[in-house]
Structures are given as structure tokens and as C-alpha cells.
């Protein structure tokens, strides 16, 4: 972290014991991201009026580079928030799960894949049957059937000699066409 943590108490007294609690929740979530810059918690015990326990709001707000991640932010009562080490627990749990979400957004994480598209011509046409191949610009010829087309329409369309693009794809018979269009 490129700056100390802030740690603030509100409407309470500031707490060894909590804040040691704090700064253990603090250098966890250091492993999920190496490049936060600041993080500042405030623990807040707000006035409940003559209503008995003290319901306790932890907001945790982590600065990392391009984004800010705060959490703690909703006023719902969770009477398990009567606990101060709940509360933190529950604000700090929801803080990593954000983290890990922006770390696997921002870091191409499970990225689909896309074939890449190639580009040949029609080099035989065999209607009837539904089938025919394809000469890429490569010098490699590829199966395909009428289902391989993007569209029924086009097969009507095809001769040979027609430029095409398509997805190459390998089969136990060698590689095929799918996603077949005229270009």
C-alpha cells in the first residue's frame, strides 16, 4: 500500500483490539491486489435514540489504480451488526469480494477466445449433397455443409469461385468451415 491506512472511530471511543482487527483486514486484502494505493475505514456507532443496541456501520473505501471500491454504504439493519467484529467482518468480506471482481474485470480474466476469421473461395460446390470445400488464401482446403452457413440463404447464393469468410475448426476428418459467409 502507497499510504498508511486511516482508521477513524465515530460516535464511539477509538479501540486497540478493534483497530489491531482492522489493520489484519487491511493487509489481507493486500493479496488480491498488489497495487492498492490507500484505504481508509471509518467505524461508526450511530445514536439509536432510547432503542437498545448499537448497531455498528463499518465503510471500507480502497483506492486502487483507475477504480475506488467502497463498501458499508447501506443503512439496512442487520442485528448481527450489534457485534463491532461482525461488522467488520461483513464490510470487510464485501470489500475483498469487489476487489476480486475488479481484478478478474480488469485483468482479462476468462476471456472468450474467438476463432480467428479466414477468408478463401468456393473451390468445388456440390449442391445436392449439401456440402463443399473451401480454398483459403493460405492453400489449405476446408470442408463445410449447407448447416455451416450463417444464413440458409446464402447457400442459394454460392458458386464456385465465391469469395467467402468462415471459422476454421478441426474435425477427426481434418479441419472444417463453420460460420460460413459471403464476403
Excluded at 76 to 103: G, M
Excluded at 140 to 145: K, L, S, V
Excluded at 148 to 166: C, D, P
Aim: charged fraction near 30%; charge should be positive.
Amino acid at each position: 500500500m502507497q499510504s498508511e491506512p486511516q482508521i477513524s472511530f465515530r460516535g464511539m471511543e477509538p479501540s486497540p483490539s478493534v483497530e489491531e482487527v482492522v489493520r489484519e483486514r487491511i493487509a489481507r486484502l493486500g493479496r488480491f491486489h498488489d497495487r492498492i494505493t490507500s484505504c481508509a475505514v471509518v467505524i461508526e456507532a450511530p445514536h439509536r435514540h432510547g432503542r437498545q443496541g448499537k448497531l455498528y456501520r463499518v465503510l471500507v473505501d480502497i483506492a486502487v489504480p483507475s477504480a475506488a471500491i467502497v463498501t458499508g454504504m447501506s443503512r439496512q439493519e442487520n442485528h448481527a451488526h450489534e457485534d463491532i467484529y461482525v461488522a467488520i467482518r461483513d464490510s470487510f468480506d464485501a470489500a475483498q469480494r469487489k476487489l476480486e471482481d475488479f481484478v478478474r474485470k480488469n485483468s482479462g480474466y476468462r476471456v472468450k477466445a474467438h476463432p480467428e476469421v479466414l477468408h478463401g473461395k468456393i473451390a468445388r460446390l456440390m449442391p445436392g449433397e449439401g456440402y463443399g470445400f473451401i480454398l483459403a488464401q493460405d492453400g489449405r482446403e476446408f470442408f463445410f455443409r449447407r448447416e455451416n452457413m450463417t444464413s440458409q440463404k446464402e447457400w442459394s447464393a454460392l458458386s464456385e469461385g465465391k469469395e467467402v469468410r468462415f471459422s476454421e475448426h478441426d474435425g477427426a476428418r481434418g479441419p472444417y468451415a463453420s460460420a460460413v459467409t459471403v464476403a
